[in-house]
């Protein structure tokens, strides 16, 4: 994502260089399976972790706006991390959306174990450590297009195309529908 915007400005190809990022896993990532129902229910409900800064540049409005469509459905969205917008009563107590905030660096393990799917719609990331993080605890992610190239559309994960609260919402309606998906 980084390289394509410098390319775009007009910096050479030439000049640029992709390097791995290097990840350790947490420890406890080491053979722990992961186990999903038959089918989601009010009492276990599709567990959906958004992890980092709640911020517009994170894209928290579409994830707001993915919540709005999903009400009704046995769907939750955890919402972990430092709140830099301002939140709407209605979304303080949306039935979907489950608020957090800051979380110490050694309870992060907890939130990945026990989600079902990572979300990271992001407008502008020149990376997004956490999707590897989340893969590391078997995760699949669902990201948009506007970081570093760690899902394989369909694979480990869905790029979220175009970014929008409907597209998110849409794809989780399809999980819902078949989560062995």
Not at 132 to 137: D, I, K, M, N
Request: aromatic residues 8%.
């Amino acid at each position: 994502w980084s390289r394509q915007g410098l390319m775009a400005e007009g910096v050479s190809d030439a000049k640029l260089r992709v390097t791995p990022l290097v990840f350790d896993p947490a420890p406890e990532t080491r053979g722990f399976a992961r186990a999903y129902p038959k089918r989601y229910t009010p009492e276990r409900p599709l567990r959906i972790l958004f992890l980092g800064q709640v911020c517009l540049r994170k894209g928290i409005h579409i994830v707001m706006e993915a919540a709005d469509r999903l009400a009704g459905l046995p769907v939750e969205i955890q919402v972990a991390g430092p709140i830099q917008v301002p939140l709407s009563e209605a979304h303080r107590s949306h039935p979907v959306l489950r608020w957090t905030g800051s979380v110490p660096r050694s309870a992060v393990s907890s939130y990945y174990r026990e989600a079902d799917l990572f979300l990271f719609p992001t407008f502008s990331d020149g990376f997004g450590l956490t999707q590897l993080e989340a893969q590391s605890w078997k995760l699949p992610l669902m990201v948009s297009r506007f970081c570093g190239e760690v899902v394989e559309d369909g694979v480990n994960g869905w790029v979220i195309g175009p970014l929008s609260g409907e597209a998110i919402a849409c794809r989780v309606r399809n999980l819902l529908e078949d989560p062995s998906e």
